[in-house]
């Protein structure tokens, strides 16, 4: 049996396609006992917890089901192509939504440093990236390159390369999270408003109001990927 470890931009799709490989390779059957979950998140390369939430969505979907003392077991084979779609979109979804949790934890704290270390050039760096998103047509090749560069440039002001990287890691779960909201009537708007308070609050070098700012925005986000006015899609 060979797992390969799991790149972190691409968990989701990647714990559905390595169990359909397993399948197709004739290592997995319907009815067969699935590894431990130490055994999976160590051969992935993921944790744990993102582990435990696509095996939930797995068993919502059908296709893992868990027998008390037992462990879990494969009910049946991915046979359609849209239930694979399906199933990745809820996996993506579910980890955007710890992708949030997080973000409300490190990203408080970039804006925060940032609002006290920022220079002009920072600041101006960081106008610039929002002139930008104020501009973006959501039909564009790319209408999510604007937000991630916002969220970067604020990162960079804080002049410590491990906040930068940790912005940069997350760019793919960025750019899906401004996909899945970016055509909800009036979204584009308050998501403007949204990240020129936080630009202020860094402008007038108030790391408490920067804090405040970035809650509200990252639980604004939240809300919207949670809300059925998201459609399956993602649009």
Known sequence: ????????????????????????????????????????????????????EAFRIL???GLIETRPGGGRFLSKNLNKAEDKSRIIENIERATIIELLEAREIFETGIVELAAKRATEPDILEIAAALEKWGKIDSDSDDPTSPDQAFHLSIAKATHNVVLVNLIDLHMDLLQKTMRKTVDIPGRKEEVYKEHFNI?????????????EAILYHLQQVKQNIQSSKVAPNGR
């Open 199 to 211: 630009f202020q609050a860094i402008k007038e070098k108030n790391p408490a109001k920067a804090r």
């Open 59 to 61: 068993e919502r979907e």
């Open 1 to 52: 049996m060979t797992i390969k470890k799991i790149k972190y931009h691409r968990v989701y799709e990647d714990v559905i396609e390595q169990i359909e490989n397993l399948i197709l390779e004739g290592n997995l059957a319907p009815g067969d006992v699935l590894p431990t979950e130490r055994e999976l998140a160590q051969a992935f390369g993921i944790s744990r917890g993102t582990l435990r």
